[in-house]
């Protein structure tokens, strides 16, 4: 392709990093509970690893290290766990001109992250997150590059949705061009779509669950993207995790208070039940559990909390609706459509169902669940 095509495609690429806040939408499987026992669930073994991994499987696991990263001006992108000291991969013009953000998890917490290393021409940065550090990173694959039609899966935040998965191929390699201020060099060229908010989210090989990139730029009204090449930065990352910046690139060393917009409770009550049920459906119980709050706990053990999803399949949820109370809780309540199997018969069943969303040690957690069938298939 000629250098000039690529000149004059540099001029329409968006960075994708959004600005302002955009309001959730959730689409649907989310969940239903009864008191003490799980009503519905997925047809799974409990966490345990399969030697082939599917599509959903290596999805589920890499959205649980993906966050959500919010700037005090309101701009927004992602990024993901890589190293077991908490510290987050992004794009720099993500984070750029902030030292502090906020970071919400898959399993909504919402947490303070510092900027503690950022590239002037290079488009990468690293978030440490304290409360991550522990925390089982992402793989990344250091290495052999991708090549022209590796089946790929970028996850990222576009316009404030959590979590959203686009797939494709790597359609192109070697791309060079610059925006702004930042060269980029030996970019993948994708099929999937980088929209506002998926700057900073991992590249994801298709067959092993392994990061190869960062998601970095988009063209405008095109279903192409561009992603960084992890080996090409993961040097520069691992310098600034081993010695943090004092100072940043224009900013005071000064780390400040965080300020901005917070994270509205009914968008995150609504999307850690739809988290649960995404754990659930992908046969982690171990990691649903954790969703629960305390007393739930108390009254059911994880034996039986596993036992009563093994045998529910398709789950869907119509007529979703999540209410405030007072600042630290909500009610969330849906109708139930799921396949449940008894004796090697499948039935389809209804159920009305609420979920308690509420704080506990400043996590939000499923505190109680309760429903009652309305409606079984003949």
């Given at each position: 392709?000629?250098?000039?095509?690529?000149?004059?495609?540099?001029?329409?690429?968006?960075?994708?990093?959004?600005?302002?806040?955009?309001?959730?939408?959730?689409?649907?499987?989310?969940?239903?509970?009864?008191?003490?026992?799980?009503?519905?669930?997925?047809?799974?073994?409990?966490?345990?690893?399969?030697?082939?991994?599917?599509?959903?499987?290596?999805?589920?696991?890499?959205?649980?290290?993906?966050?959500?990263?919010?700037?005090?001006?309101?701009?927004?992108?992602?990024?993901?766990?890589?190293?077991?000291?908490?510290?987050?991969?992004?794009?720099?013009?993500?984070?750029?001109?902030?030292?502090?953000?906020?970071?919400?998890?898959?399993?909504?917490?919402?947490?303070?992250?510092?900027?503690?290393?950022?590239?002037?021409?290079?488009?990468?940065?690293?978030?440490r997150v304290k409360a991550l550090e522990g925390t089982e990173p992402l793989s990344l694959k250091?290495?052999?590059?991708?090549?022209?039609?590796?089946?790929?899966?970028?996850?990222?935040?576009?316009?404030?949705?959590?979590?959203?998965?686009?797939?494709?191929?790597?359609?192109?390699?070697?791309?060079?061009?610059?925006?702004?201020?930042?060269?980029?060099?030996?970019?993948?060229?994708?099929?999937?779509?980088?929209?506002?908010?998926?700057?900073?989210?991992?590249?994801?090989?298709?067959?092993?669950g392994s990061v190869i990139g960062i998601n970095s730029a988009g063209v405008e009204k095109n279903a192409i993207g561009f992603s960084m090449p992890i080996d090409?930065?993961?040097?520069?990352?691992?310098?600034?995790?081993?010695?943090?910046?004092?100072?940043?690139?224009?900013?005071?060393?000064?780390?400040?208070?965080?300020?901005?917009s917070e994270f509205q409770l009914d968008q995150m009550a609504e999307y850690l039940v739809r988290h649960f049920y995404d754990s659930l459906n992908s046969g982690d119980y171990v990691y649903a559990y954790t969703l629960l709050g305390s007393e739930w706990k108390e009254k059911t053990s994880y034996e039986a909390f596993r036992e009563g999803y093994l045998q529910t399949k398709n789950v869907k949820l119509d007529n979703l609706r999540v209410d405030v109370i007072g600042n630290e809780t909500a009610d969330v309540t849906a109708i139930i459509t799921a396949d449940e199997r008894s004796e090697g018969t499948t039935r389809v069943r209804k159920y009305q169902v609420s979920y308690r969303v509420g704080y506990e040690n400043d996590q939000l957690k499923l505190l109680d669940g309760k429903g009652r069938a309305i409606d079984t298939d003949k």
């Open positions: 392709m000629k250098r000039e095509w690529w000149a004059a495609l540099a001029a329409s690429l968006l960075i994708a990093a959004g600005g302002g806040w955009a309001a959730w939408t959730l689409g649907e499987a989310v969940p239903a509970g009864l008191d003490g026992r799980p009503l519905l669930a997925a047809v799974g073994t409990a966490g345990e690893k399969q030697a082939g991994k599917t599509i959903k499987d290596i999805i589920f696991e890499t959205q649980k290290q993906v966050v959500m990263i919010e700037t005090p001006t309101g701009s927004q992108g992602s990024g993901f766990l890589y190293n077991w000291q908490g510290d987050v991969l992004t794009n720099a013009h993500v984070v750029a001109g902030s030292r502090t953000v906020k970071v919400k998890t898959a399993d909504a917490r919402e947490l303070r992250g510092e900027v503690i290393g950022i590239g002037t021409d290079t488009d990468i940065a690293v978030v250091r290495s052999a590059m991708a090549e022209v039609g590796d089946e790929v899966v970028a996850v990222g935040s576009p316009l404030g949705l959590q979590n959203t998965v686009t797939t494709g191929i790597i359609s192109g390699v070697g791309r060079h061009f610059e925006i702004g201020s930042f060269r980029y060099r030996d970019m993948y060229q994708i099929s999937a779509p980088i929209a506002p908010g998926n700057s900073g989210g991992p590249l994801v090989d298709r067959m092993t090409n930065v993961i040097a520069m990352a691992e310098e600034w995790s081993a010695n943090p910046m004092t100072e940043l690139p224009g900013i005071s060393a000064d780390i400040g208070t965080d300020e901005g």
